[in-house]
Every structure is written in C-alpha cells, then in structure tokens.
C-alpha cells in the first residue's frame, strides 16, 4: 500500500512537473483599493494587468511578449488629482522544466522568477522581490483547477512562518503569503490565470496579509492588446524593402532583423515606414520592431524565396 502511494505521488509529480502554465491567452491581474493617508487626502486604486502578447526570439531562445500595464496610486486632496501614473511595462517571460525566466528589453540578462523543481530542504534564491534565502520545509499537494498542483512551504529563521509557493499559480511576484495555503472562504479553489484564483462568483487575487483573499469584479478575460502594426509583404522575392504599417507618425523606431535561431543580422532606424533587406539571402527571418524606449513592439516572421 505504502508503496502503491509513493509511485502514485511520483507519477503525480512527474505529471504536474510536465505540464506548461503558459500560452499565448495567459494573463493576470492584480488590484488594491483605496486607503485614506490622511483627513482630505487619499490613495487611490492601484490596478496591474499583465496580458501575454505573442511570442518572439532573443538570441536564439523564444519567449513570450508581456505588456503589463500599470494604473499606479493615484492621490488626491479636496477630490483634485495631485499625482497619477498609467503606463505599460514591456518585458519577455520564458518557461523551462517547471521554471520561469523573466528578461528585459534593456539588459538582457535573465531573472529566475519561480522554480517548482525544490525540494525539502533546498535552498532557494529566487524572485527579484524577496530577497535573502528561504529553506523549503514541506512539500504538499493540493487541488487546483481539476489537478493536483504541489504547494512549497518556505520559511527561514527570522520568519518561520514564511509563504507558500503554489506551482503554475502564484500573486504577480510568485508567492501566496501566510502559513497555509490559500483558502477563499472556504469554496473551492479553480485556476483562472496564472497567478489568480477564481470562483463562479469573479477572481480572488492573494493580497500581501497572510489568509487573505480579496474578491475582484473581474467577470471577462480582455484580449490581448495589439499594437496594429503589420509588416508587408512577408513572403519576399524581389523586393529590396519592406513597408511596415501603423507606426505612429513623429516616434522614432527601429528595427532588428534576425535569423530562424534567434541571431541577429542586421538593425538600424525605420526610415519612412521601410526597412531595407537588399542582399538578404534565401531564408527564414524574424522583423522586430522597437519604439524609442526600446521595447519591442512587433515581430512578424518573414520569408525571403529562392
């Protein structure tokens, strides 16, 4: 019987460790309302939606395009806005045997965001938001979304009652805090994103406090956002340039063509809305286009015949 359960918890483990949590319709959501600072003034509502794009590659390796787009807090005094921030946030996300792997247009050196391959007594150093070290003490199994999903317990000595680490589920910085997993109220717990918890009655997002959950009247998923840039024509033959659409008239932007592998060929500015590729052998590539901050915009696989 012992031995019936430990092949069961093996296969099980091999299962959940086989399985990818991403995919071109992942995204998340993280919110937190209003808290008065003080009489006549208050903080207002902080909103993060992070929506996974397309995919692109960087240096031979592919990775998914994330747009996070922040609402940050915004103050106010006697109902007038003093101070509000609405931007987004360009990065890239690869996963890889059970591992997350952010990396940033502007420095291309990668960040492990989550690893779900400890175990007891492992060490981990990872998430750029916590920092130090945090030994894992237990390694359960829980219910998520019809799968059992393993749940990390990680604590160290100034704070034994640490976090949990959900696999394939966590808050926007990977980790559900507190000293038992995550519990909703009592209802049953359905994957809804990567790092959300839903119900039939809206999302539940994990807050900072440990064994709270905040309900979000979040009822749609919003597709991705795009950037209605499109790049013609794709199939080459004899064309010495190509023309890309739907770049705003004024911003400077630039472009980076690349090899099937990943490898850069050529790079220079977009000079009115074309792209030169003469002498471009026969072959497939990859056109990336980047704005003046150095987010990558757009990449469209492009062919050039025989």
Not at 89 to 106: A, C, M, V
Not at 255 to 265: M, N, P, S, T, V
Request: with cysteine; proline share 4%.
């Amino acid at each position: 019987m012992k031995s019936s359960l430990l092949l069961s918890l093996l296969l099980l483990s091999c299962f959940t460790q086989a399985q990818s949590y991403l995919d071109h319709s992942t995204q998340w959501v993280e919110t937190e309302e209003a808290e008065p600072l003080f009489e006549g003034m208050n903080k207002g509502r902080y909103f993060r939606l992070t929506q996974l794009t397309g995919d692109t590659v960087i240096d031979g390796t592919a990775y998914y395009q994330a747009v996070t787009h922040f609402d940050e807090y915004e103050v106010t005094v006697q109902g007038d806005t003093v101070d509000a921030f609405s931007y987004d946030n360009h990065w890239f996300l690869r996963e890889q045997d059970g591992r997350f792997y952010k990396i940033t247009p502007s420095n291309h050196d990668e960040r492990l965001l989550f690893d779900f391959n400890l175990n007891v007594g492992d060490t981990a150093y990872i998430n750029e938001n916590y920092h130090g070290a945090w030994v894992v003490q237990d390694i359960a199994f829980m219910p998520v979304g019809g799968s059992m999903r393993k749940a990390f317990h990680l604590a160290r000595e100034n704070e034994p009652e640490g976090f949990f680490l959900i696999e394939g589920v966590g808050t926007s910085r990977g980790f559900f805090s507190g000293a038992t997993p995550p519990c909703c109220n009592g209802e049953p717990l359905h994957e809804s994103v990567l790092n959300c918890y839903a119900n039939s009655n809206g999302v539940f997002v994990l807050q900072e406090l440990p064994g709270y959950c905040e309900e979000e009247a979040v009822s749609a998923i919003q597709p991705a956002v795009k950037t209605g840039i499109r790049i013609f024509p794709n199939l080459i033959r004899e064309e010495k340039s190509l023309a890309v659409e739907g770049l705003e008239p004024h911003f400077t932007y630039t472009y980076r063509l690349a090899g099937l592998g990943g490898k850069g060929i050529s790079s220079g500015s977009i000079e009115g809305n074309r792209v030169g590729i003469g002498g471009l052998a026969a072959g497939v590539y990859y056109l990336s286009i980047i704005d003046g901050k150095g987010y990558m915009l757009h990449t469209e696989k492009v062919v050039k015949m025989l």
